[in-house]
C-alpha cells in the first residue's frame, strides 16, 4: 500500500471516537520504533516531519526512510509536514510526495492567517494533498518563539467556523490549553473541554487536531533524572483527557515529547549501566524498543487506534 491521506483515517475515527496518532520522527530508529508498533497493533498512522527534522536529517533521508516504511509494513501510513511556517515549505513536501501537509498561520492576524492557508489548500487540493490549518496559539515554545502564557490564546468557535469555511482546509488544530515541550502545566493540569465542546458544535463531523498532546509520564521523567538529567517538574497532558478529547471530535493527537524523552531515559539508562559498552546499536537499539512500547501503549490505552486499519 503506498502513502495515504488522512482523509478516510479522519472520517473513521471521527465516528468511532478515537484518534490518529501523529508521531515525530527524526531518524531511522525512530521510525522503526513507531512503524513497528503501528504493526503490531493494526493501527492507521501519522509519521509527521518538523522543518527541524528536515534540516536534521535532509529531506530525502527521511522520505526515503518511510518509504521503507510503508514497503516493509504494509500498513496505512500518512507522511505529514508538521508546522509548515510558509507556503513554500508546505510546497516543497508536496512536491516531494507528502500526502498531507500543516500550514501553521496561527502566529499571523485572522484574515492573513486565512490568506496563507487557503493558498496552500488550493495548492495542495489540486495535488491530491490533505491540509491541517491552526487557529488560537499554545503556550510554550513553538516555531522557535517563545510564547508566553499570557499571549497564548485559545480557539474562537466562532472563528474557527470561518476560518474552515473560507479555507477549505481537510483538518483544524485548535488551542485548547495544550503546550509543546516537557513543562505543560505549572499546577493541575487543565484543558478547556467547554471551548473544545463548543467548536465540534460548529463544525460537526469536522476532524481535529490537538498539539503539545505528550503526556510526560512520570516514569520516563524519573529515569532521565535518576540517571543524570536534569528536568524536574516536567508535566503533560494527563491521558484520560486525551482519552476525552478523542471522543470530543479530536481525531489526529501530536505526540513528540514523550518518544524524546523514552529514547533519553533508555540511552541515559543504558550508558549508566553499561560504561564499558560504545556500540551504538546497542543503545540506539534499546532506544527503539522503549520508542516502540510507548508508541503501542498510546495507540492501545489512550487513542484507542488499535485494531482500526
Ligand atoms: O504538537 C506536537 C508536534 O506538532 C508535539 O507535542 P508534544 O511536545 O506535547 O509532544
Ligand atoms: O511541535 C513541535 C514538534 O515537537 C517538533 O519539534 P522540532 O521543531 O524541534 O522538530
Ligand atoms: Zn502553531
Ligand atoms: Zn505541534
Known amino acids: 500500500m503506498p502513502l495515504v491521506t488522512s482523509r478516510e483515517m479522519f ?46 536529517a535532509r529531506p530525502i533521508y527521511l522520505k526515503k526512510l518511510v518509504e521503507a516504511a510503508v514497503e516493509d509494513t504494509g500498513i496505512p501510513i ?16 508536496i512536491d516531494d510526495g507528502f500526502t498531507s501537509v500543516m500550514i501553521d498561520g496561527s502566529r499571523l492576524p485572522f484574515e492573513e492567517n486565512i490568506a496563507l492557508t487557503r493558498r496552500v489548500v488550493e495548492y495542495a487540493h489540486e495535488r491530491g ?9 499554545l503556550a510554550g515554545v513553538e516555531d522557535n518563539v517563545k510564547v508566553s502564557d499570557r499571549e497564548a490564546t485559545f480557539t474562537d468557535p466562532d472563528q474557527a467556523l470561518e476560518f474552515v469555511e473560507r479555507t477549505g482546509v481537510d483538518s483544524l488544530a485548535v488551542a485548547i490549553g495544550t503546550s509543546h515541550g516537557a513543562y505543560k502545566f505549572k499546577g493541575e493540569a487543565y484543558l478547556d473541554f467547554e471551548r473544545l465542546k463548543k467548536i465540534t458544535e460548529k463544525l460537526p463531523g469536522f476532524p481535529l487536531v490537538l498539539h503539545g498532546a505528550s503526556s510526560v509520564l512520570p516514569e520516563y521523567v524519573e529515569i532521565c533524572n535518576r540517571y543524570g538529567g536534569n528536568i524536574p517538574g ?33 540511552i541515559r539508562r543504558y ?39
Open 234 to 266: 516536567a508535566q503533560g497532558v494527563p491521558e484520560d483527557m486525551l482519552r476525552k478529547a478523542a471522543s470530543m471530535g479530536v481525531c489526529k493527537i501530536n505526540i513528540d515529547t514523550d518518544l524524546r524523552l523514552a529514547m533519553t531515559a533508555t
Open 78 to 93: 500518512v507522511l505529514h509536514l508538521d508546522h509548515g511556517e510558509d507556503f513554500e515549505i508546505c510546497k516543497a513536501c
Open 129 to 137: 494533498v490533505v491540509v491541517e490549518g491552526e487557529l488560537g496559539r
Open 271 to 309: 550508558f549508566s549501566e553499561n560504561p564499558s559498552e560504545f556500540d551504538p546499536r546497542k543503545y540506539l537499539g534499546e532506544a527503539r524498543e522503549a520508542i516502540k512500547k510507548i508508541v503501542r501503549h498510546k495507540m492501545r490505552n489512550v487513542l484507542g487506534c488499535s485494531g482500526k486499519i
Open 11 to 56: 472520517k473513521k475515527a471521527y465516528e468511532g471516537g478515537y484518534a490518529i496518532g501523529a508521531f515525530n520522527v527524526n531518524n531511522m530508529e525512530i521510525i522503526q520504533g513507531i512503524v513497528e508498533a503501528a504493526r503490531e497493533e493494526k493501527a492507521p498512522l501519522i509519521l509527521q516531519v518538523s522543518a527541524g527534522a528536515r534540516k536534521y
